[in-house]
């Protein structure tokens, strides 16, 4: 069983840059990968990126390729997404989880309630 509780979403101008953070409970942590999709006003939960479960690799979707930068601390039960360069697209509600599988974005086993990042133009 792993609990998941993403913090440090806000109000940001474009440009601007945030750090998610996503604080896992539970002992097996460390035996999942990790991710952050986020989901937009009337749109569908869309994959954002990923790390593997020592953060030897990550993955991103092409929206964020060169702005975003997931990263993780096992010693902590820590995941974390450094958003930089942000845009008014993306504008959402951020979510980490625990990853059955590092290639599989739908392998979700764990989820948080989300963190809201608004960019303003």
């Known amino acids: 069983q792993v609990t998941l509780v993403e913090s440090g979403g806000g109000l940001v101008q474009a440009g601007g840059s945030l750090r998610l953070s996503c604080a896992a409970s539970g002992r097996s942590f460390s035996i999942y990968a990790m991710g952050w999709f986020r989901q937009a006003p009337g749109k569908e939960r869309e994959f954002v990126a990923a790390i593997t479960r020592i953060g030897a690799g990550t993955n991103y979707a092409d929206s964020v390729k060169g702005r975003f930068t997931i990263s993780r601390d096992n010693a902590k039960n820590t995941v974390y997404l450094q958003m930089n360069s942000l845009k008014p697209e993306d504008t959402a509600v951020y979510y980490c989880?625990?990853?059955?599988?590092?290639?599989?974005?739908?392998?979700?086993?764990?989820w948080g309630q989300g963190t809201q990042v608004t960019v303003s133009s």
């Open positions: 989880a625990a990853l059955k599988r590092f290639s599989d974005p739908r392998s979700g086993d764990y």
